[in-house]
């Protein structure tokens, strides 16, 4: 081999065994064997395992419009590899591993039936537009969708602390208190001057008043209008048809 890498004027340097530092082959498999475990530890908790061949390619995927190319630096790897730009326009990039439901189109549910079905979405599907490729766990089998929506369980929505939220207020309050006409202007500006005091002067809030509800006895049983149900699903699939039966 170090005869046919100098004939070929190729420079190389050894490096002791068991050293993956400087290896390129095994710091790439590193990066992406952490990258997956990642993936896999965000799915959601009812998300059937054996699916996971189906996020190979998201995250392969991922990973290559994280990083640039080694060949042109000034173009992402998933560029040099694929030839083009990654389309955000035309493809998701969802959540491995979520929750969704997809749309069902009039002519193939029934007239009662549930309008969407359950699904895992598995990722995008290139040679569709806005299109999800989904496993159905009630006929077990892969279908493409682009009428779904997701429930993201790991992913919270950002929401304002009281001080942001406040902020946020008097920001809007002020622009359209600016519009407003003289007369409007100045009624609002006195009810605002008005409870601006009355919240000035109080120290302490005021406490909820709390209503006293009658308790029942045993001579003036409540009327029961509705049978309790006897029966509790736990089901992780709540449009399946066994489901809805029972």
């Given at each position: 081999m170090k005869a046919f890498l100098a004939r070929k004027d190729c420079k190389w340097q050894f490096v002791e065994p068991s050293n993956h530092h400087v290896n390129v082959a095994e710091r790439a498999i590193q990066t992406f064997t952490n990258h997956f475990i990642s993936g896999l530890c965000a799915t959601n908790k009812n998300w059937p395992f054996q699916l996971w061949d189906q996020l190979t390619h998201q995250a392969t995927s991922k990973l290559n419009l994280l990083r640039t190319s080694r060949i042109d630096p000034t173009k992402l790897a998933y560029e040099q590899t694929h030839g083009a730009k990654y389309n955000w326009n035309t493809h998701h990039m969802t959540p491995?591993?979520?929750?969704?439901?997809?749309?069902?189109?009039?002519?193939?549910?029934?007239?009662?039936?549930?309008?969407?079905?359950?699904?895992?979405?598995?990722?995008?599907?290139?040679?569709?537009?806005?299109?999800?490729?989904?496993?159905?766990?009630?006929?077990?089998?892969y279908r493409t969708s682009g009428?779904?929506?997701?429930?993201?369980?790991?992913?919270?929505?950002?929401?304002?602390?009281?001080?942001?939220?406040?902020?946020?207020?008097?920001?809007?309050?002020?622009?359209?208190?600016?519009?407003?006409?003289?007369?409007?202007?100045?009624?609002?500006?006195?009810?605002?001057?008005?409870?601006?005091?009355?919240?000035?002067?109080?120290?302490?809030?005021?406490?909820?008043?709390?209503?006293?509800?009658?308790?029942?006895?045993?001579?003036?049983?409540?009327?029961?209008?509705?049978?309790?149900?006897?029966?509790?699903?736990m089901s992780t699939n709540p449009t399946a048809p066994r489901t809805l039966k029972a």
């Open positions: 491995p591993g979520t929750r969704a439901i997809m749309y069902e189109a009039p002519a193939s549910r029934a007239s009662w039936g549930p309008r969407d079905t359950d699904a895992w979405c598995c990722g995008p599907e290139l040679y569709h537009y806005w299109n999800c490729k989904f496993y159905v766990p009630e006929t077990r089998s009428s779904f929506d997701l429930f993201l369980q790991h992913c919270l929505l950002p929401e304002f602390t009281l001080k942001q939220h406040a902020n946020e207020v008097h920001g809007e309050l002020i622009d359209a208190i600016q519009k407003l006409e003289a007369p409007a202007k100045k009624l609002i500006l006195t009810k605002l001057a008005t409870a601006l005091q009355s919240l000035s002067a109080a120290n302490d809030p005021q406490p909820i008043q709390r209503v006293a509800v009658p308790e029942t006895t045993e001579d003036e049983p409540s009327i029961q209008r509705v049978n309790p149900s006897p029966i509790i699903t």
